[in-house]
């Protein structure tokens, strides 16, 4: 089994800042590449950031220079640093994963439950 856990969530303010935390666990044997995604109401999911590797990042342009996406091998975590947040941004963030599970040569998504990050103006 693996899981994806979401952290981190919440309300702020404009121009306020976040910090979103993912922990993976389970039955995993290889991450090709792990991220976050969102979903805003009455909108398409949407990828905000990812990072390949432990090494190289892709963001949203609507994101970059404001988001900055992480990872802790050691804890097997990887965060979303959200700065000058706009009400825009506004959305539940789900953390997404293209990942190899142990006892498997095939790499699959998987996603956590989200957590939702609401910015007031």
């Known amino acids: 089994q693996v899981r994806l856990v979401e952290s981190g969530g919440g309300m702020v303010q404009l121009g306020g800042s976040l910090r979103l935390s993912c922990v993976d666990s389970?039955?995993?044997?290889?991450?090709?590449?792990i991220g976050w995604d969102r979903q805003a109401p009455g909108k398409q999911r949407e990828l905000v950031a990812t990072i390949t590797s432990g090494i190289n990042t892709n963001y949203a342009d609507s994101v970059k220079g404001r988001f900055t996406i992480s990872r802790d091998n050691a804890k097997n975590t990887v965060y979303l640093q959200m700065n000058s947040l706009k009400p825009e941004d506004t959305a539940v963030y789900y953390c997404?994963?293209?990942?190899?599970?142990?006892?498997?040569?095939?790499?699959?998504?998987?996603w956590g439950q989200g957590t939702q990050v609401t910015v007031s103006s």
């Open positions: 389970g039955s995993i044997a290889s991450i090709n590449a």
């Open positions: 997404n994963a293209d990942l190899r599970r142990l006892g498997s040569s095939l790499y699959g998504d998987y």
